[in-house]
């Protein structure tokens, strides 16, 4: 576990947006995960007015529990510490049994909301404010891809940077990934560029379950946040949902013969590259074989439409 005197050990806005960054809505649902057990509050919201295209990501009217309507609009929130509560505390919430702990626990914010779809440019400057304001000293970021990878295996999860000195102390790597970015990235250039470290943590989402939302990737990001902000962040149901998870696209896929035969060729690349004795050459091996495949008769199906 990453020590509390080092790049993460001051105060750390741990951000994730709905929509393209959010396969599987493991981000969303792991950051929601750590704001529910903190007990933040909100201490700034970015105004939608400017960002969100309102035919793209609509408002929703529903009732509350007085009878009356409302309209919910898109939005970006930043939550952070009570302002009545110290800075360092280690038990934030005791209800349930749930607690977010750690001498680290009460340094962290939270950005929640959905993917701006205009304006990234202001957008990002008006969350640099904020992070000045509230003298953040640090930014991670949370994200989830959809990828060639079986639900069957653990989930892996890539950490990189692109400051030298995080890079250095935490012992990840940079990203050498090239093409279409979304908001996160714009948020790590424009955090990087006014001098703030960041750190990028992305999942691998399997592809074909890509209508559900995935627990299993929610704990593998909750695991590795909580190795890098030092804090124990209680999984509450995630570890039965994950296990319901599973079982299901189990089920359904075991319907499916071309499903099965696909899934298992996804096994075995994944098995080959974590053994052990894998050299870099028997993996590459590995993977020339799954290409040929994919572009042939291994090519994957559609998949199940789970819900």
């Known amino acids: 576990m990453v020590k509390n005197d080092g790049v993460l050990g001051g105060r750390l806005l741990v951000v994730a ?9 493991a981000a969303s649902g792991a950051v929601r995960t750590l704001k529910d057990q903190l007990g933040v509050v909100p201490v700034a919201e970015i105004d939608g007015e400017y960002y969100f295209d309102y035919q793209f990501n609509r408002p929703t009217i529903s009732t509350n529990d007085d009878g009356t309507r409302s309209l919910d609009w898109p939005s970006v929130i930043v939550y952070g510490p009570a302002s009545d509560r110290p800075a360092q505390r280690k038990p934030i919430v005791e209800e349930a ?43 991670i970021t949370l994200g989830a891809m959809l990828a060639d990878v079986p639900h069957t295996r653990p989930i892996s999860v890539f950490t990189s940077s692109e400051n030298p000195e995080v890079r250095a102390e935490l012992g990840i790597e940079r990203s050498l990934y090239e093409g279409p970015v979304g908001m996160l990235t714009v948020i790590t250039d424009a955090a990087e560029a006014a001098g703030v470290p960041t750190v990028s943590v992305w999942a691998s989402v399997p592809h074909y379950v890509h209508n559900t939302p995935s627990p299993k990737a929610m704990l593998a990001l909750i695991d590795r946040l909580e190795e890098l ?39 075995q690349a994944r098995d080959t590259v974590d053994s052990p004795e894998a050299s870099g050459e028997a993996i590459a091996q590995e993977f020339e074989r799954y290409l040929r495949r994919r572009g042939g008769e291994g090519k994957p199906p559609p998949g199940p439409t789970a819900s």
């Open 97 to 139: 049994g749930l607690s977010v702990s750690g001498d680290n626990a009460g340094n962290v914010f939270i950005l929640l909301g959905t993917e701006p779809s205009r304006s990234w440019k202001s957008f990002a400057e008006d969350l640099i404010a904020i992070i000045d304001e509230n003298d953040i000293e640090a930014v």
């Open 229 to 267: 902000i030092d804090v124990v962040i209680p999984r509450g149901e995630l570890l039965d949902e994950a296990q319901v998870w599973e079982r299901s696209i189990d089920q359904l896929t075991s319907e499916d013969e071309d499903m099965a035969s696909y899934i298992h060729q996804l096994e």
């Open 17 to 25: 947006l709905e929509g393209w960054n959010d396969a599987g809505e």
